[in-house]
């Protein structure tokens, strides 16, 4: 069974840093772009960020650029996301995702075939 297993949440002060990984199983990450979106309470999962399948390519969302990093490494099947600098406003659950094989389109929730169970992430004093 294909599926994505994230992990590496927690409870983190502000300014801290957190990462978070995600691993494949059941079928390969090579050959898609995988990425994370979040969900905080009362508000729609936004994107956050995603790479290309070469690994070559990063996108993030303006209000995470400069401080998360996402990466990936096709021989653990695994996907990571570095955040730093965290904020209280970076509270949420984060899932990772991945579209279809050589997918070219728009990172929208809705494009998605492959998501994890969410991870919570939580950024207080």
């Known amino acids: 069974q294909a599926q994505l297993v994230e992990s590496g949440g927690g409870l983190v002060q502000p300014g801290g840093s957190l990462r978070l990984s995600c691993a494949a199983s059941?079928?390969?990450?090579?050959?898609?772009?995988v990425g994370w979106f979040r969900q905080a309470p009362g508000k729609e999962r936004e994107f956050v960020a995603h790479?290309?399948?070469?690994?070559?390519?990063?996108y993030y969302a303006d209000s995470v650029k400069g401080r998360f990093t996402i990466s990936r490494d096709n021989v653990k099947n695994t996907e990571y996301l570095q955040m730093n600098s965290l904020k209280p406003e970076d509270t949420a659950v984060y899932y990772c995702?991945?579209?279809?094989?050589?997918?070219?389109?728009?990172?929208?929730?809705?494009?998605?075939?492959?998501w994890g169970q969410g991870t919570q992430v939580t950024v207080s004093s």
């Open positions: 790479i290309g399948w070469g690994g070559g390519n990063t």
């Open positions: 995702a991945a579209p279809e094989t050589y997918y070219s389109g728009s990172w929208s929730p809705g494009s998605m075939k492959y």
């Open positions: 059941g079928f390969t990450l090579h050959y898609h772009d």
